[in-house]
């Protein structure tokens, strides 16, 4: 598509140039999955064609379409829009081809809803352990300029487990589309040993294309999106932003010269954001496989400030809210996601498949974990007004602990070959390290022992660093780990017994 655009029109599209978005001469085997005479209802799978080694794209019976197949080719090669099968329905003989059309503002039908609650792997461990999305979630990433919210959904298509990513570049800068049109090639699916390239799809719609197109962009990814839905699979949307649709939205109403509503937008825009939303899902297809659609949407509120309409909005209709901070972002500490400006509403949802994948303990060390860095938060503004100094031991082991969750825990390096990606079970050990850690040292401080000689512990130097050192193929290290942190803790404590 680019290439035949860079044929056409150079580097840059110039007006009037037109070209189909699917290639009509390129030639598809196809294999068909049912028979001639029997009956197909409308989402029933016919055929496969192996579109890339990585993915199987499943030929589906267009919606409102059903009867006895007249006929259906096989074995051969066709275009997308030669016919492949004839159904003979109510009204008549239909032919149908493996191209398919839908308005992409109409949501595309499924059979019904179902209870999302499998975790949608993004091997970020703020993400996933703290802040979890499931398949078929709404998640919004909120930050002002440089928070990181481009590198966050890039690290989430990269990784996550979904089958399909579709990542919308909806008025940002072009240099990111293109970087992730180098970077997604060279990147290799973990599962499957394939470029990453074939599980993605893009839609570019950078800050210097047309206005009108930018506010179509968001609903034709949800509508691919849905297609692929309906096959079964899951899939993940990111949309890069959403206030900028909802900018272009704005200046589109403005020249229909509709009433204003709040801050220039239109008053619908709250609507148009339900209905966006309201589209992702996990949901039984029309062709009896369950399928998902999530979508992790940016907001870049301006100045950062989240009391205006898109991110407020927002707040509303997604249940997953990753609050990016500036100043967690100008230390450099990322990804910036706030442990208290964030929720995510899917917690007890995904607890079962914690407790059944990885540990049924899980859910005890996600909470102590969030308790730590609660009791942390309170205890910072005490700590700038009198300084740690002043405080007992015990509190200050608070703030220690919290230092410890927050550097080996949650802030993760999206540019280290290892910490990159972390699976559940990496996510589940490191947590255990830590809380170990501090429970132990928690026990020990009742004899008196001084918190330095427990931050002069050669293992914490160590546990500081699991991020990087351990990867996700090594985690009986973690078991190393945990034994060391006995030892110097009995070590410690019985020094202090003999002292005393
Ligand atoms: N997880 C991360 N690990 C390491 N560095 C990061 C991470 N997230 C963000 N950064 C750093 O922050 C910079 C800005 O991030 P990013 O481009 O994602 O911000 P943004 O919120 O999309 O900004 P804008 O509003 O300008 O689009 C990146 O270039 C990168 O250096
Ligand atoms: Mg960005």
Not at 48 to 76: A, D, K, M, S
Not at 115 to 134: S, W, Y
Not at 162 to 178: F, H, K, P, S, V
Not at 449 to 468: A, F, G, Q, T
């Amino acid at each position: 598509m680019l290439k035949q655009l860079y044929e056409q029109s150079g580097s840059f599209i110039h007006k009037g140039v037109k070209l189909w978005p699917l290639d009509r001469e390129k030639k598809w085997g196809f294999i068909p999955q049912v028979k001639a005479g029997q009956y197909v209802n409308q989402g029933s799978i016919l055929g496969i064609v192996l579109e890339t080694p990585l993915f199987e794209h499943r030929i589906p019976v267009p919606p409102q379409i059903e009867g006895n197949l007249n006929y259906i080719h096989g074995g051969g090669k066709y275009a997308i829009d030669e016919p492949i099968a004839e159904i003979q329905t109510a009204s008549g003989p239909r032919e149908v081809m493996m191209l398919q059309r839908w308005p992409v503002r109409l949501a595309r039908p499924y059979l019904r809803r179902l209870i999302p609650n499998e975790l949608l792997i993004t091997g970020q461990r703020v993400i996933d352990t703290f802040f979890p999305l499931v398949k078929g979630g709404t998640a919004g990433i909120p930050g002002g300029f440089g928070t990181g919210k481009t590198i966050t959904q890039h690290q989430l298509s990269k990784w996550c487990d979904a089958d399909i990513i579709i990542y919308i570049g909806c008025g940002e800068r072009g240099n990111e589309m293109t970087g992730v049109l180098t970077d997604f090639p060279k990147l290799m699916d973990l599962k499957r040993g394939r470029p990453l390239m074939e599980r993605t799809i893009m839609i570019a719609n950078t800050s210097d294309m047309p206005l009108a197109a930018r506010e179509t962009s968001i609903y034709t990814g949800i509508t691919i999106a849905e297609y692929y839905r309906d096959m079964g699979y899951d899939v993940a949307l990111m949309a890069d932003s959403i206030s900028r649709w909802a900018e272009a939205l704005r200046e589109i109403s403005g020249r229909l010269e509709e009433m204003p509503a709040e801050e220039g937008f239109p008053a619908y825009l709250a609507s148009r954001l339900a209905k966006f939303y309201e589209r992702a899902g996990r949901v039984k297809a029309l062709c009896g496989k369950s399928g998902s659609v999530s979508t992790i949407c940016a907001v870049s509120p301006p100045g950062g400030d989240f009391s205006e309409p898109v991110t407020q909005h927002t707040k509303r209709f997604v249940r997953c809210f990753w609050g990016l901070n500036k100043g967690l972002a100008s230390a450099r500490y990322f990804p910036a996601i706030h442990y208290m400006e964030s929720y995510s509403e899917y917690l007890d949802l995904v607890q079962g498949w914690w407790q059944r994948e990885v540990d049924p303990e899980w859910k005890i060390l996600r909470d102590e974990a969030m308790q730590i860095l609660q009791q942390d938060y309170k205890l910072q503004r005490i700590v700038k007004l009198i300084g740690e100094d002043a405080l007992p031991d015990h509190q200050r082991l608070v703030l220690e602990g919290a230092k410890l969750l927050k550097n080996a825990f949650l802030q993760q390096n999206a540019f280290d070959e290892i910490d990159m990606f972390a699976v559940p079970k990496k996510q589940f050990l490191m947590l255990k390290i830590i809380l170990r850690f501090y429970d132990r040292a928690k026990e020990i401080i009742k004899f008196h022992i001084p918190l330095n000689s427990i931050r002069e512990l050669n293992v914490l130097n160590k546990i500081n660093r699991m991020k990087e050192k351990i990867s996700n193929e090594s985690l009986a290290q973690f078991d190393l780990l945990l034994r060391q942190i006995d030892n110097e803790m009995n070590e410690l404590e019985k020094e202090s017994r003999a002292v005393l």
